[in-house]
């Protein structure tokens, strides 16, 4: 069974910046494109961001595009959500997926079989 364990989320002020980790169980990391999304109240879980199995290439929802970065080591079957410039609209909680079945570029829900517990982003005004 996999696991996805998300850390780092937290209050932080519009313009500061979080670093999110997620770790994950098992041997088969670096088999799996790997994806962040996030939940606000009330909303639709959203596409935040992916990476490739080997971390070449990403892909962003356009409302993050330039301001969060994803990136993954391999060795330490960690994927990682770097967000700068935080806005208001940026709160949610933030999940962390492993691919299902699906082929690149993976941005709906069902294209992600496994799903972390998720982590609070919260961004003061």
């Known amino acids: 069974q996999v696991q996805l364990v998300e850390s780092g989320g937290g209050l932080v002020q519009a313009g500061g910046s979080l670093r999110l980790s997620c770790a994950a169980s098992?041997?088969?990391?670096?088999?799996?494109?790997m994806g962040w999304f996030r939940q606000a109240p009330g909303k639709e879980r959203e596409f935040v961001a992916t990476?490739?199995?080997?971390?070449?290439?990403?892909d962003y929802a356009d409302s993050v595009k330039g301001r969060f970065t994803i990136s993954r080591d391999n060795a330490k079957n960690t994927v990682y959500l770097q967000m700068i410039s935080l806005k208001y609209e940026d709160t949610a909680v933030y999940y962390c997926?492993?691919?299902?079945?699906?082929?690149?570029?993976?941005?709906?829900?069902?294209?992600?079989?496994?799903w972390g517990q998720g982590t609070q982003v919260t961004v003061s005004s």
């Open positions: 997926a492993r691919q299902g079945g699906s082929n690149w570029p993976l941005r709906r829900v069902y294209d992600y079989e496994y």
């Open positions: 990476i490739t199995k080997d971390g070449r290439y990403t």
């Open positions: 098992g041997r088969t990391f670096s088999y799996y494109v």
